[in-house]
Every structure is written in structure tokens, then in C-alpha cells.
Antibody, heavy 124, light 107 residues
Framework: QLQLQESGPGLVKPSETLSLTCSVSGGSISSSSEYWGWVRQPPGKGLEWIGS???????YYNPSLRSRVTISVDSSKNQFSLKLTSLTAADTAVYYC????????????????WGRGTLVTVSS | EIVMTQSPATLSVSPGERATLSCRASQPLNSHLAWYQQKPGRAPRLLFYGASTRATGIPARFSASGSGTEFTLTIGSLQSEDFAVYYC?????????FGQGTKVENK
């Protein structure tokens, strides 16, 4: 059974860069989906899509974060990563990695497998 | 950007009662909509995709319908484990967007 696990620092200083990794187990990252993604959730608030990696082309990013975010994949390690630069307190959130699955029309986007999430606090 | 609006923000329901949650999109989605359930401290759990296709392991008391811009999630007879926050999400167009959530609480 496919499982995802986020890893990275729990505390980051303002203006610094956040680097998170999602490790995929129970299957190959390159054959288990054409897309992988990141979603975050500030404490007590709703879900925000950050971006999605697409094996067939360029990643897609939330326009509100596009200038600061990079999502990449390392197939040899069965991992994909998130980098978010110029952090502020507003970036404090639980960060989830997740797999979007295709629906019956072939559209990807419904996240069927999620990591447990990792809380990232931006504070000096 | 497609804006997703969920209503109500909070729904107070007694166990055994029916709960109806709404999700409205600012643009037509075809049927590219998903529903999630989230409990405190847990990752979201996919309930439905394609607007009405039940995900693996989701009980039959959950149903979903809709197309275009109006979508509904119904819990037929609320169980204690169903008290949670429910989110809709569109994946019809980039950027993918979530609704703000509906909290289903015990009346």
C-alpha cells in the first residue's frame, strides 16, 4: 500500500527558506501517479493547494506562492520536494504531501493518499 | 481562479439525523469536484471524486451529487464518527482550490 511521509524542520526563521521532502513507500513514484502535490493548512484554518508536480511537463503552482515555491522530484530516491523561500509568519502551517488520482474522465486532482503532515512554524 | 463557497459554515446535527452540505463554484466545473472529511489532528480523507464517485471504503450513508456550479454532500444518518470538517475542492482548472469548509458538530 502506497504511503507518504513528510520530513523537514519544524521551526524556520523569518526570511529563510523551507525545504520539505515527501518520501513515497510501497510503490514507485514514477509509476504510481502522473502527479504529486503539496497542500498546507494554517493552524485553525482551511486547506490551501500549494502546487503539483507533473511528470509529463512543468509543475503547476498556486499563483499566490508562485514567486517563492519550487516543487521537484528525485525518482532515484522515490521522493519529491518542496522549497518555499522568503518565509513569514503567514507561512506557519501543517504541510501535507499528497497524491492526486485520476477520476473517471481522466482528470487528475482528487487527493486520495495523504501524508500525516508536518507542522512548520516560522518564528525567530 | 475558481472560488469555492461552502455553506453553512457550521451545521449542528444530532446523531441519526440527515446532514446536507453545499458547495458552490464561481465557474462551471463539469464534474471535477472532490469532497474530503477532516478530523482534528488528522490529514483529510477523500470521500468523493468526480462529484459523485465514492472513494474506497467510504460508507454508503455518504452520498454526493451535483454538476456545473452546485454540489451537495449528504450524510444520510449521522454517526458519532462523522462529526468533522468537510471540504470541497475543484480540480477543473489551475489553481486547484478548496472551499473554506463546513464543520458538522453535535447538536
Amino acid at each position: 500500500q502506497l504511503q507518504l511521509q513528510e520530513s523537514g524542520p519544524g521551526l524556520v526563521k523569518p526570511s529563510e527558506t523551507l525545504s520539505l521532502t515527501c518520501s513515497v513507500s510501497g510503490g514507485s513514484i514514477s509509476s504510481s501517479s502522473e502527479y504529486w502535490g503539496w497542500v498546507r493548512q494554517p493552524p485553525g484554518k482551511g486547506l490551501e493547494w500549494i502546487g503539483s508536480l507533473y511528470f509529463g511537463g512543468s509543475p503547476y503552482y498556486n499563483p499566490s506562492l508562485r514567486s517563492r515555491v519550487t516543487i521537484s522530484v528525485d525518482s532515484s530516491k522515490n521522493q519529491f520536494s518542496l522549497k518555499l523561500t522568503s518565509l513569514t509568519a503567514a507561512d506557519t502551517a501543517v504541510y501535507y504531501c499528497a497524491r492526486p488520482q485520476p477520476d473517471n474522465s481522466g482528470y487528475y486532482g482528487a487527493f486520495d493518499i495523504w501524508g500525516r503532515g508536518t507542522l512548520v512554524t516560522v518564528s525567530s | 481562479e475558481i472560488v469555492m463557497t461552502q455553506s453553512p459554515a457550521t451545521l449542528s446535527v444530532s446523531p441519526g439525523e440527515r446532514a446536507t452540505l453545499s458547495c458552490r463554484a464561481s465557474q462551471p466545473l463539469n464534474s471535477h469536484l472532490a469532497w474530503y472529511q477532516q478530523k482534528p489532528g488528522r490529514a483529510p480523507r477523500l470521500l468523493f471524486y468526480g462529484a459523485s464517485t465514492r472513494a474506497t471504503g467510504i460508507p454508503a450513508r455518504f452520498s454526493a451529487s451535483g454538476s456545473g456550479t452546485e454540489f451537495t454532500l449528504t450524510i444520510g444518518s449521522l454517526q458519532s464518527e462523522d462529526f468533522a470538517v468537510y471540504y470541497c475542492q475543484q480540480y477543473h482548472a489551475w489553481p486547484w482550490t478548496f472551499g473554506q469548509g463546513t464543520k458538522v458538530e453535535n447538536k
